[in-house]
């Protein structure tokens, strides 16, 4: 290959890139039906010239016969006058304008078949017309679509470096050391100002219910013993109070009623004791 021929085809090739690179769908979409428009324009100005050529033979054609109609009724005139050398040029004439209006009805003929033809094949590329309308439409919305896909394709792209994500990160961070810096000043503050005593008080509220719920649930899950019922420190002053009087009344307890004093006294120590190492543990 010779190299005028390497270089004509570099430059066609270069050429066709840059064109197809310049094409917006868009703009090529709008000018394809713009010129099917201008096409549709001058295919009606041909159907309306073929329709007036039509209606000319029409007339052409009424004419000659409407003629040749003359000539026939001039020759029955002669023929009634006696003259029948006229009445045979009557006729003459007559047959020309017979021969004419043949040709021109037949002509008309013709003429009326080819503009039907030519009415449907304008309907028809009018029909087409819209379709591209309709088409173009359609490719333009989803021509947007792509472009915004592709728009946000391109930002998150960008953003995989992860800097704007590692600044949020960052400041949330520094936003978090702040908050924790601002809680301790406070507890601080708490603690070295003010009444101490309410403080700790007040800590022990927040967390007594905590641990209790705590137990309760290490009891439920059999991690810890069942905790015995307690019995009221009312009945069992009442359940004291009562032998007392039955003493007073009687000669003496029973040892029924000794032994279960005495075991309602063990079961309220021995509340009161686990009280106090919960307390102390907390």
Do not use: C
Request: aromatic letters at 4%; charged letters at 35%.
């Amino acid at each position: 290959m010779g190299i005028f021929s390497r270089l004509a085809q570099l430059i066609k090739s270069n050429l066709n890139d840059l064109i197809s690179k310049s094409e917006d769908p868009e703009k090529m979409l709008q000018q394809v039906v713009l010129d099917m428009n201008n096409q549709l324009v001058e295919a009606k100005k041909q159907v309306a010239a073929s329709i007036a050529d039509e209606k000319r033979l029409a007339k052409q054609f009424e004419q000659e016969a409407g003629n040749a109609t003359e000539w026939e009724r001039r020759a029955m005139m002669a023929l009634r006058a006696g003259n029948e050398e006229l009445a045979k040029e009557a006729l003459a004439r007559k047959r020309e304008h017979d021969t004419l209006a043949t040709t021109f009805k037949d002509q008309w003929t013709k003429q009326k078949t080819a503009v039907e033809q030519l009415k449907k094949a304008l309907r028809m590329l009018n029909d087409k017309i819209e379709e591209a309308k309709r088409k173009k439409n359609v490719l333009l919305a989803r021509k947007k679509r792509a472009e915004a896909q592709k728009a946000i394709q391109e930002t998150m792209t960008g953003l995989k470096d992860a800097s704007a994500f590692e600044t949020f990160e960052r400041m949330a961070g520094k936003i978090d050391q702040m908050e924790a810096e601002a809680e301790a000043a406070s507890e601080l503050a708490d603690e070295y100002t003010g009444d101490t005593l309410a403080s700790q008080f007040s800590h022990l509220e927040k967390t007594a219910g905590a641990d209790e719920d705590l137990d309760a649930l290490k009891r439920k899950m059999g991690m810890m013993p069942a905790e015995a019922p307690a019995a009221p420190q009312e009945k069992v002053q009442a359940r004291v109070e009562a032998p007392k009087e039955a003493a007073v009344a009687n000669t003496g307890p029973s040892r029924s009623e000794q032994e279960e004093l005495a075991a309602a006294l063990e079961e309220l120590e021995a509340e009161q004791n686990q009280q106090e190492q919960r307390k102390a543990g907390r």
